[in-house]
């Protein structure tokens, strides 16, 4: 039980210290430290200068730089206390820089200064160390922590090192440990009860931190359960609202289904009807078209049969014109004839031609009246032709014309009747 306690109170001189140096501010110098901080040593002869390196310096070959780093130093220290019953573990982090002062007051190491320091002055910061740990001589600081020793050496060790012209930065830490002691001596009775006294405190405050969880734990684990049973109430409300849902959809589903097949009984009923019209109407057209073709056909035959008489008649106009043509050039083959005759006996009867000059231009004349006379009676002729022809076609458009207005009286008719079946139907 003793070495339990002496754990929880090591942890907690170990947390509670963290955490007391964490809330407050520890009383520590501020230096204002130079990482760039160097001494320049001019020496000419037995004459010489130190100071510090300023900006824009030029070094010449009488000038020696020294420079002055900033360094971290760690001291670490074991103190016994009350007998060996207490073990504070001390660690002190230094972080310091010479100041040109302290330079000058040692000439002859000023290339290991801070060495030096740390040499010369460690006999001195555990003295100071030892020195404010022996002014615990009761166990009131088992209670309180060492947050106010550790910032009572930690400004203790920076005045000292100040003062020797050395600009330091310090923190101190203090770990303690106990040990077990079968028999209680008087000198450290009191340290003894009080630590007693702390690992009780700290053994109910952690039995009540303890008790919290396990309530906090019981609790959570209750409203978990109370968690669970709501979602299961609503997985439940959420099943039955699905499956009355589900019947809901499935029930209109049904009633759409019903009226889409009315609907559809309806249009198929509809689509018969009117396909039956159209089949009727589809015969009455073809019955149209086919008397309308037939009517065609008759007048194309007609046509055709007297394109044929009008081709006929041509041709024979034709023939008739070629007769007269060969009949006129068969007399002017032999007036040629003649006048060749003519011209041979020219020479031998120019003196009978003169005396028949007279008569044959007479005879001339008469003939040529003659031959006027026969192309007027071949023209009179053909002229009597064409009119008879010309009368045979407008006799045949007369009828074709009365052909036609019999035919539109018949496909007038045939619309009444259609007409009149039409209303019938409707009726």
Known sequence: MMHSSRTEIDKWFIEGTLASDELAVPEVWDPVFDIDRQLVLTKMGPYWKLFLRPEGFVKRFYHFVYPLPVENWVVTEQVKLYDGFCTIAVTLNIRFQATLKYARSNMDILSDLNGHIKTAYEDLVINLIHKELVKLSDGAWVQ???????????????????????????????????????????????????????SYELNEAQREELFRQEQEAEKQKLEHKQKQLDQFNRYAELERLKQAKEALNKRLLLEEQ??????????????????????????????????????????????????????????????????LEADIAKYETQQARWRESKDKIHTQQIAFEQRQKQMEFEAEIESQKRREQKRLELKKENFKHRKESDVYLRREIELLEREKQHLEQQLATSESTKQDWDDQDQQ
Do not use: W
């Open 144 to 198: 309180k922590g060492l947050a106010d020793i550790e910032n009572k050496i930690s400004f203790a060790v920076s005045e000292m090192l100040i003062l020797q012209n050395i600009q330091s930065q310090t923190l101190c830490t203090l770990k303690p440990a106990f040990k077990d002691f079968p028999d209680v001596q008087l000198a450290q009775e009191s340290v003894y009860l009080c630590v007693i006294k702390k």
């Open 258 to 323: 019903e009226k889409q097949l009315q609907e559809q009984f309806e249009i198929e009923t509809r689509l018969h009807a009117e396909k039956v019209k159209h089949e009727n109407t589809l015969k009455e057209i073809s019955l149209e078209a086919e008397l309308e073709e037939q009517k065609k056909q008759e007048t194309r035959l007609r046509i055709a049969e007297q394109k044929s008489h009008m081709e006929t008649l041509a041709h024979q106009a034709k023939l008739k014109a070629k007769e």
